[in-house]
C-alpha cells in the first residue's frame, strides 16, 4: 500500500482548494474552452520497450519516465522493502560512474534524475532541457541497466531506511496507517509499507538486490513516456540509442494471494500521549480497472474526497466542529486497494466524531445524492481533469499509469465523458456495494484510556505506543 495516512489526504484536500480556487475564475469570465485531444504515439522497440511520446513545443524541455511493472507487491514473502532498496540504489553508481559522478553529469546539465519504488512500479524520472537529452539519457539508460549496487551504499541505504521507520514511530498518522494496512489487507503485499519493516530491511543483502533488479528490470517489462520538445522520429532515435541494447528476458507474472474482505468490526487502539487523537477507519476498495471506477470516483468526492465541498467536512467539521481535518479516499491500484476515512479530533471528541462518520457512511448508502450534489462533483472532476496533466512531469507520469494499467490511449477523452455519464442511480448502486461501515477497521492512535468508543473494542486490541512491526 502506497502509505500516505493522513499527510496525503491533507495534501489532496489542499489540492482540491487550490484547484477551486482555479476553476471559480475561470468559471467567473467565461467557459473555459476545451482542450484539444492530446496526440499520443505508441510504439514497442524490438526488445519489447513500450514508448509512448506526446510533443509539447512551448518550453526546449524533456520529461522521460520510465516504468518498471514491479513494484513492493513483488517482494518476496518476508522481504518487504526489497523493490524499495533496489530502486534507491540505481543511482548510487555504475560500473562506468559512482554516485557522485552521476549526480554531477545530471547537475551540469540542468537537469534532474530521480528513482523510486511504489506498490505496483518502480520508476526512474528524468527532466532535460532537449540539446542535452543525449547526454541525460546515457547517463539514466547506465544507471537502469548497470548499476553496480556496491556494498557500502546498500548497506547505508539500509541504515537510512531503518532510521526512518524507527523515527517514523512518532508520527500518529504513520503509526495509525501501518496498524491499519494490514488489517485491510491479510496477507497481501499491500499490507506492507513500501520502504519494508523494521524486521526485514536489516536482513536485505546485496544479492537479493542483484537478483531483483535481473528478474524484473527487463524492458519487455517496462514503459517509456516521453513529454516535451521532441519530435517522433528524435524520439525513436534517442530511444533506441539509449535503451536500444537493453536485454528482454522471459518475465514470469507476479502473483499475490488476495485480499479478503473485512468480516467484521475490527477496533485497534494504539496508546500515545498526545492532546488528539488520529483515526483511520476503512475496509478493502476498488482496482483501477474495476468498472465501477468512475462512479464510485463521483461518490467519494461527494463524501470526503472533495475537500471543503464534502459532506464529512461539511457536516462534521464545519457544521459540529468535531474535527480539525477529515477526509475520505479509495486508492485505486492494480489489485483492489483500501478505502479510507482519515480525521484528527480532540479525544473527547473522538466516539462521537467516529459514530458520526459511520452515520454519513450509512446516509450514502440508502439515500445516495442529490442532483446539485452529482451535477457539482461531475463537473469539477470533468472540468478539473486536465490539471492532472497541464505540466510535462504530470503528463509523463499518467501516460506511464494508463499504460501500465491498460486504459487505452482514448482515456483523457474517456475520463471526463465517463465521468459526466455517471447517474444518481449509479452513485446509489456503488455506494450499497462498496461502503460497509459494518465491517470495518478502526484505528485510533492517542490517549486511548479516555477514550468512549461505541462498540468498546475488545482489550486484546489495544496496542502499546511503538507497536513491533
Same mark, same amino acid.
Request: net charge neutral; proline share 7%.
Given at each position: 500500500m502506497s502509505n500516505g495516512g493522513l499527510r496525503a489526504e491533507r495534501r489532496r484536500m489542499a489540492g482540491w482548494?487550490?484547484?477551486?480556487?482555479?476553476?471559480?475564475?475561470?468559471?467567473?469570465?467565461?467557459?473555459a474552452a476545451a482542450a484539444p485531444?492530446? /496526440?499520443?504515439?505508441?510504439?514497442?522497440?524490438?526488445?519489447?520497450?513500450?514508448?509512448?511520446?506526446?510533443?509539447?513545443?512551448?518550453?526546449?524541455?524533456?520529461?522521460?519516465?520510465?516504468?518498471? /511493472?514491479?513494484?513492493?507487491?513483488?517482494?518476496p514473502e518476508g522481504r518487504a522493502g526489497l523493490a524499495a532498496l533496489t530502486a534507491g540504489l540505481?543511482?548510487?553508481?555504475?560500473?562506468?560512474?559512482?554516485?557522485?559522478?552521476?549526480?554531477?553529469?545530471?547537475?551540469?546539465?540542468?537537469?534532474?534524475?530521480?528513482a523510486r519504488a511504489d506498490d505496483d512500479i518502480s520508476t526512474l524520472t528524468l527532466t532535460a532541457l532537449k540539446k542535452d537529452l543525449p547526454a541525460a539519457l546515457n547517463v539514466m539508460a547506465d544507471a537502469l541497466l548497470r548499476p553496480a549496487f556496491p556494498a557500502a551504499e546498500v548497506e547505508?541505504?539500509?541504515? !537510512?531506511?531503518?532510521?526512518?521507520i524507527r523515527a517514523a514511530?512518532? @508520527?500518529?498518522?504513520?503509526?495509525?496507517? /501501518?496498524?491499519?494496512?494490514?488489517?485491510?489487507?491479510?496477507?497481501?503485499?499491500?499490507?506492507?509499507?513500501?520502504?519494508?519493516?523494521?524486521?526485514?530491511?536489516?536482513?536485505?543483502?546485496?544479492?537479493?538486490?542483484?537478483?531483483?533488479?535481473r528478474t524484473y528490470y527487463r524492458p519487455n517489462n517496462a514503459i517509456l513516456a516521453v513529454v516535451g520538445d521532441l519530435g517522433a522520429p528524435e524520439a525513436r532515435r534517442v530511444a533506441q540509442a539509449a535503451f536500444g541494447r537493453w536485454e528482454k528476458a522471459p518475465m514470469l507474472p507476479v502473483t499475490v494471494t488476495p485480499a479478503p474482505p473485512v468480516a467484521d468490526q475490527t477496533v485497534v487502539l494504539i496508546d500515545k500521549d498526545l492532546t488528539q487523537a488520529t483515526i483511520i477507519l476503512g475496509h478493502l476498495g476498488i482496482a483501477r480497472t474495476d468498472p465501477d471506477f468512475y462512479p464510485v470516483t463521483v461518490m467519494n468526492y461527494i463524501l470526503g474526497g472533495g475537500g471543503f465541498a464534502s459532506r464529512l467536512m461539511t457536516t462534521i467539521r464545519d457544521n459540529r466542529g468535531l474535527v480539525y481535518g477529515i477526509s475520505s479516499g479509495f486508492d485505486a491500484k492494480r489489485y483492489p486497494g483500501a478505502f479510507s476515512v482519515s480525521l484528527q479530533t480532540k479525544t473527547a471528541s473522538a466516539g462521537e466524531a467516529i459514530r458520526a462518520v459511520r452515520?454519513?457512511?450509512?446516509?450514502?448508502?440508502?439515500?445516495?445524492?442529490? @442532483?446539485?450534489?452529482?451535477?457539482?462533483? /461531475? !463537473?469539477?472532476?470533468?472540468?478539473?481533469f486536465p490539471l492532472r496533466f497541464e505540466t510535462n512531469a504530470k503528463l509523463a507520469r499518467l501516460l506511464g499509469l494508463v499504460e501500465f494499467h491498460g486504459l487505452g490511449l482514448r482515456y483523457f477523452e474517456d475520463y471526463p465523458r465517463t465521468i459526466r455519464a455517471v447517474t444518481r442511480d449509479d452513485v446509489r448502486r456503488v455506494a450499497a456495494a462498496r461502503l460497509d461501515p459494518e465491517r470495518a477497521v478502526l484505528v485510533v492512535v492517542g490517549r486511548t484510556r479516555e477514550l468512549a468508543l461505541d462498540p468498546a473494542p475488545h482489550p486484546a486490541a489495544a496496542l502499546p505506543a511503538a507497536p513491533s512491526p
Amino acid at each position: 500500500m502506497s502509505n500516505g495516512g493522513l499527510r496525503a489526504e491533507r495534501r489532496r484536500m489542499a489540492g482540491w482548494a487550490w484547484a477551486v480556487v482555479v476553476l471559480a475564475v475561470v468559471a467567473w469570465g467565461r467557459p473555459a474552452a476545451a482542450a484539444p485531444p492530446l /496526440k499520443i504515439e505508441r510504439w514497442t522497440m524490438a526488445n519489447g520497450l513500450v514508448v509512448l511520446l506526446v510533443e509539447r513545443h512551448a518550453i526546449p524541455a524533456v520529461e522521460a519516465h520510465l516504468v518498471i /511493472k514491479a513494484g513492493a507487491v513483488a517482494d518476496p514473502e518476508g522481504r518487504a522493502g526489497l523493490a524499495a532498496l533496489t530502486a534507491g540504489l540505481l543511482l548510487k553508481g555504475t560500473a562506468a560512474r559512482s554516485a557522485v559522478e552521476i549526480a554531477e553529469a545530471i547537475d551540469f546539465i540542468g537537469g534532474s534524475l530521480t528513482a523510486r519504488a511504489d506498490d505496483d512500479i518502480s520508476t526512474l524520472t528524468l527532466t532535460a532541457l532537449k540539446k542535452d537529452l543525449p547526454a541525460a539519457l546515457n547517463v539514466m539508460a547506465d544507471a537502469l541497466l548497470r548499476p553496480a549496487f556496491p556494498a557500502a551504499e546498500v548497506e547505508r541505504l539500509r541504515r !537510512e531506511t531503518l532510521s526512518g521507520i524507527r523515527a517514523a514511530k512518532d @508520527d500518529p498518522e504513520d503509526v495509525a496507517q /501501518k496498524a491499519f494496512a494490514p488489517l485491510v489487507f491479510g496477507p497481501h503485499p499491500y499490507r506492507n509499507p513500501v520502504e519494508g519493516l523494521e524486521s526485514t530491511v536489516p536482513t536485505l543483502t546485496r544479492e537479493e538486490v542483484v537478483a531483483f533488479h535481473r528478474t524484473y528490470y527487463r524492458p519487455n517489462n517496462a514503459i517509456l513516456a516521453v513529454v516535451g520538445d521532441l519530435g517522433a522520429p528524435e524520439a525513436r532515435r534517442v530511444a533506441q540509442a539509449a535503451f536500444g541494447r537493453w536485454e528482454k528476458a522471459p518475465m514470469l507474472p507476479v502473483t499475490v494471494t488476495p485480499a479478503p474482505p473485512v468480516a467484521d468490526q475490527t477496533v485497534v487502539l494504539i496508546d500515545k500521549d498526545l492532546t488528539q487523537a488520529t483515526i483511520i477507519l476503512g475496509h478493502l476498495g476498488i482496482a483501477r480497472t474495476d468498472p465501477d471506477f468512475y462512479p464510485v470516483t463521483v461518490m467519494n468526492y461527494i463524501l470526503g474526497g472533495g475537500g471543503f465541498a464534502s459532506r464529512l467536512m461539511t457536516t462534521i467539521r464545519d457544521n459540529r466542529g468535531l474535527v480539525y481535518g477529515i477526509s475520505s479516499g479509495f486508492d485505486a491500484k492494480r489489485y483492489p486497494g483500501a478505502f479510507s476515512v482519515s480525521l484528527q479530533t480532540k479525544t473527547a471528541s473522538a466516539g462521537e466524531a467516529i459514530r458520526a462518520v459511520r452515520d454519513e457512511l450509512a446516509r450514502m448508502r440508502a439515500e445516495g445524492v442529490t @442532483d446539485a450534489e452529482l451535477d457539482a462533483a /461531475k !463537473e469539477y472532476l470533468a472540468g478539473s481533469f486536465p490539471l492532472r496533466f497541464e505540466t510535462n512531469a504530470k503528463l509523463a507520469r499518467l501516460l506511464g499509469l494508463v499504460e501500465f494499467h491498460g486504459l487505452g490511449l482514448r482515456y483523457f477523452e474517456d475520463y471526463p465523458r465517463t465521468i459526466r455519464a455517471v447517474t444518481r442511480d449509479d452513485v446509489r448502486r456503488v455506494a450499497a456495494a462498496r461502503l460497509d461501515p459494518e465491517r470495518a477497521v478502526l484505528v485510533v492512535v492517542g490517549r486511548t484510556r479516555e477514550l468512549a468508543l461505541d462498540p468498546a473494542p475488545h482489550p486484546a486490541a489495544a496496542l502499546p505506543a511503538a507497536p513491533s512491526p
